[in-house]
């Protein structure tokens, strides 16, 4: 099987799980259409394959560097990335065309999405497409609660550092009770939302236990995404979850799926399984806040801009097919992801 069906199979049971959570309450007629739209998704894929294209099933867009917060080590702050935000008519077509090919999910995050509110909006004229939302959730209001309550391929994911004292200590005093309070008031509008917590060597056995994970199922948490760390320097490349803490990380997520109604998601997940990384639209791609097209968010290299091309014309990229072609390269990564780990000859393939 070649990895963009594997890809394709592996985010078809994450839909199929996703439709068993929501049981039979007032989210299983969305449920049921969303799995449905995914196969035609998938389909749409396939066609274009066919036809020489490679369009990978999921993509992630970081819409603006903007943040209300000052978070201590912040990751996208770190990343250098230059330019203005995409401006909104661009993005409009950018969901248009997405749509046209097949992607079955478009991952907003920032910077702080919810800074640009309009984006959202765009997002909910496309509902053949979910739209995971990483936010910190500070922005979000009960004018934004009701409006996601309606719009359900729209699903916040609220991001924590752990507990309170973890969360705070990153984020600020007081945040911990301020983002619960948010995730309390989209419980109370009956919103599928989601939380997402960074995996490092040093908080993995807390944020995956059964005490912590039984609070975020009290405050109606149906989604949890552990994101393993990613380095972006070499002094802090002490928290990548080394090779054996990646597999007890991924028997850990069996027992509590097995424990828990709610979809737990890994990732990047276990890549061996899937032939290598993931990214250069192998599963997925990312685009940069000023519209660059790039393998992932943790390899800010490009060499094409929907600024000057259509997605179709973007993933025709010579950066991503080159990637895509080696994907021996991409199997065995002592930090957790190989495109860091070959930043150099990421580098070499643009020049």
């Not at 990732?267 to 997925?284: I, M, S, V």
Request: proline share 4%; net charge positive; glycine share 8%.
């Amino acid at each position: 099987m070649e990895m963009v069906d594997l890809a394709n199979d592996s985010m078809f049971k994450t839909f199929t799980t996703a439709r068993k959570v929501v049981g039979s309450g007032e989210l299983l007629p969305f449920a049921v259409r969303t799995v449905v739209a995914q196969k035609y998704a998938s389909k749409r894929r396939l066609q274009w394959r066919k036809r020489g294209l490679h369009v990978p099933p999921a993509m992630i867009f970081s819409v603006t560097k903007r943040c209300n917060l000052n978070c201590k080590g912040c990751y996208e702050q770190a990343q250098h990335r230059r330019g203005t935000d995409i401006p909104i008519e661009r993005v409009s077509r950018l969901f248009e065309e997405a749509s046209e090919l097949g992607t079955s999910i478009i991952v907003i995050a920032g910077g702080e999405p919810l800074t640009r509110p309009e984006i959202l909006y765009e997002a909910r004229e496309y509902r053949d497409i979910i739209f995971p939302v990483f936010t910190n959730g500070v922005l979000i209001d009960q004018g934004m609660a009701m409006m996601l309550r309606y719009n359900r391929n729209i699903v916040p994911i609220i991001s924590l550092e752990g507990p309170r004292e973890v969360t705070d200590a990153r984020r600020g005093d007081g945040m911990y009770d301020l983002v619960t309070r948010k995730m309390k008031l989209l419980k109370n509008n009956g919103v599928f939302y989601g939380a997402s917590i960074t995996v490092t060597s040093e908080n993995m056995g807390q944020v995956t236990s059964d005490e912590f994970v039984s609070e975020l199922m009290r405050l109606g948490v149906r989604a949890v995404v552990y994101v393993q760390y990613v380095p972006v320097d070499k002094e802090t490349e002490h928290l990548v979850l080394g090779v054996e803490t990646r597999a007890i990380l991924v028997d850990r997520l069996e027992t509590l799926r097995k424990r828990n109604r709610a979809v737990f998601i890994d990732f990047p997940g276990d890549e061996e399984k899937l032939g290598g990384c993931l990214a250069a639209g192998r599963g997925f791609i990312h685009i940069s806040q000023s519209g660059a097209v790039e393998p992932c968010p943790a390899s800010p290299h490009s060499d094409v801009s929907l600024n000057d091309a259509s997605l179709k014309e973007a993933l025709k990229s010579r950066l991503l097919r080159r990637i895509r072609e080696t994907p021996h390269s991409l199997i065995e990564s002592a930090s957790g992801c190989a495109l860091y780990d070959k930043e150099e000859w990421v580098q070499s393939l643009v020049a």
